[in-house]
């Protein structure tokens, strides 16, 4: 909801005083009056004031409330008679500028005015707000019916994008974190600070998260008495059981797993190969190891946390065998969830010795082999193309794939430890030779006067016994022709170089 209902005789967007955030207006026959959005409970009566009078404006996302929004979408303008017990109705004006955070703008974009409902309603619950889904839904559908073009995607004003964390130089002011990233020689410390995480920290983690009402999807085989190959299913704190079983596997899949750090150049490119494919489906020749732990050099992907609508990059991803598939966890950086807090020396002693350098973003999910996999979500399904496209680029010639051993007092701790040494594989992006211009044929096959512009694409490689089998590669984007010849233009433009950088016009 936010500052657009509201009626419009009105200033443009009003706030609050106290709180700095903004406020719904609300008009009947006789009086307009203010709420804080959602109708949700506060500890003061709203003190509306025109924003641009307010030096404390927080922003929130129009549709839901959650805070820090990304973009703004220009709807048509829309008037919503609300009735109520009493005899007057109260007239709603919703404007037509809508700011909205990650999860909401893709919504918009995507015209699905019940998942706007669906979510706006579920974090107006968790804040103990009192309004109706069913206003919200009459809400969300007449911004759609009155604007049949999806409104394109606008970033927020600068001054929306800085208020909100406080004014230029502010104490108070909160930096996003920093991606830090991890080196190859440190990664053994990495795995071995997570199997120490699921099988101490990790379990209470969840569980009292679970307490809060939190729900986790496990193994389907980890219920008593379920088949080896049940699906997935739910956990809550009622059944906290299956979620200790959980953790002590997830630690053996740590445990257990080789170990890829994956480069710059390759990490790119998987981001850029993961939006080419056409579904989510893994094949176990495709894998490049049973078990793994894998560390992207820069995050593959930011997803948005939906509850606050921070960005939080995904640096890593661990998987490991369950009957007729793997398991795949995502983690992004463990210090993310230090953010805004003042932790005193003793307190960020034992964050460290919880979480380490990873932290993971949910319990997983189970991916069968062969069977494509349907995420509950797009971010999910974002992050899924993303390894899945590094796990099949890892197995192809354009990787160049080395062993780096760990740092001297690792291994000398391994040793000591009658453990042996761990290997990091390493993953880079192995340059494209030029074909060879020579031939033992006086005859030429081909003669090419142009050069022409290939995009990325997936295709079934035969191979196996007969080459009767299949399994996807990827071509990379590239240059085809002679490199003296002319290059075909037409309406598209392509920026060479990092293909997550990559823009057509």
Known sequence: MGTHDRPLPMADKYGCRICGRSLTAVTTRDEVFFLHPGRSFEDHDPDPVPLAQLANWQPVCDFCSAPHPVATFAFE????AVSTDSA????????NKWDACEPCARLVEKRNPEGLTQRAYKRFSRRDGTISVQILRTMHRALFTATPITPARQPMAAAASTTHRGSAGSADAIPAPEVRSLRPQMLPKVRDRLVRFWRNAGPAHLLDALARGVTYTVPGHMLSGAPLDAPAVIVDRHSPEPLRQHCALMANHVENARIFWIDPDFTALAAHAA???????????????????????????QSTEPSTGLVVPVVAAQWGPVPGGVWVTFYAPADGLLLGQRLTEPELQKFREDFGWLVPLTTGVGLRFGRPYAPAGEQTRLMLCSLIATWILTTQPDAEVTDEPADKATRKAYQRANRPAPLVRLVR?????????????????RVY???????????????????????????RPHIKGPDDAPLILNQQVHVLGNPRNQNEQ
């Open 429 to 445: 992006l192995r340059r494209k030779q030029q074909p060879r211009r020579d031939t033992t044929d006086d005859t030429p096959t």
């Open 275 to 301: 939006r080419d494919l056409p579904d989510v489906r893994i094949e176990q020749i495709e894998m490049p190891a049973p078990d793994g732990l894998l560390i992207w050099h820069t995050p593959v992907y």
């Open 88 to 95: 007057d109705a109260q007239l709603h004006n919703f404007g």
């Open 77 to 80: 303008n829309v008037d919503l």
């Open 449 to 475: 006067t142009r050069r022409w512009w290939v995009k990325g694409f997936y295709r079934e490689q035969p191979y196996g016994p007969g080459r009767a089998l299949r399994r996807r590669t990827y071509v």
